[in-house]
């Protein structure tokens, strides 16, 4: 399958998507709070109505999930002639909290997803005008060049991501997160969707999330296996459907598996 027609679109519309929240960001736009406590605002809405009117103009037949509205049909009413199931899968504002504090890390993410594997990802970042792209086989593109992960080999010169540190705590990790981040040369909260822009474009060695939503990560397995990394589970599976997250550079991942062992 070509992919190259589907990075295409997948990265304008996360672009012009990302545009829209910029309508709103440092604008006062207030939140509305959801059963978990997690905050929602008119941006976030804004920006995924965008998206999926997108998708269905161009791609009538594939199924859209997204985080503010669901999913719009099942993958068995999803076909695809030339390959299988499709879906889209959408967060129109990852890192909602930081974008209420004007804080710049947050991402639109799109991911499309063929027959349960990410072939597609799209992370754009609307404040800092950052757009990370990649295909299967087609490589990882960050603002027009090549993203590659880093090379570094020793823990103890690696830098670690994470988005909440409390978290690690409440979902049983917070013992080797202690030893990973005390093992490290820096663990620093530079968090949610910008933590993973970070380790597929080498500034940071690893990020850690023990728990993910699938439309939280779903373009960053095709994204950092692309650019040379990993991206998956703590114990090593790549992919999205795991609950959790940890992307790092090839050369540590190893390392990090074992540790998160406990080995």
Same mark, same amino acid.
């Given at each position: 399958m070509n992919l190259q027609p589907y990075l295409d679109f997948a990265s304008d519309i996360a672009y012009r998507a990302g545009k829209i929240t910029l309508g709103y960001f440092n604008a006062g736009v207030r939140p509305d709070y959801k059963? #978990? #406590?997690t905050p929602v605002t008119a941006a976030d809405r804004a920006a995924e109505e965008f998206l999926r009117a997108e998708i269905e103009k161009r791609y009538p037949h594939h199924a859209i999930l997204g985080e503010e509205f669901g999913q719009n049909r099942a993958l068995s009413d999803a076909p695809e002639a030339a390959g299988g199931a499709m879906r889209w899968i959408l967060d129109p504002i990852d890192g909602t909290k930081a974008f209420l504090r004007g804080v710049p890390l947050y991402g639109v993410l799109v991911g499309l997803e063929i027959d349960g594997l990410i072939e597609v990802g799209v992370a754009y970042y609307p404040a800092t005008d950052e757009l990370l792209c990649a295909a299967t086989g087609l490589g990882a593109w960050w603002n027009g060049r090549r993203a590659h992960v880093s090379q570094t080999k020793q823990l103890e010169r690696a830098y670690l991501c994470y988005t909440n540190e409390r978290s690690m &705590?409440? &979902? !049983?990790r917070g013992a080797v997160w202690e030893e990973l981040s005390q093992a490290a040369y820096e663990s620093r909260g530079w968090s949610d969707a910008y933590g993973y822009l970070l380790v597929a474009t080498g500034r940071a060695e690893a990020m850690f999330d023990p728990v993910m939503q699938i439309w939280d990560c779903a373009p960053f397995p095709v994204i950092l296996r692309e650019a040379g990394g990993y991206f998956g589970s703590w114990d090593g599976r790549e992919g999205h459907t &795991? !609950?959790? =997250?940890? =992307?790092?550079n090839a050369a540590l991942k190893e390392e990090l598996v074992r540790r998160v062992a406990g080995q």
């Open positions: 059963p #978990d #406590d &705590y409440r &979902y !049983g &795991y !609950g959790e =997250a940890m =992307a790092c």
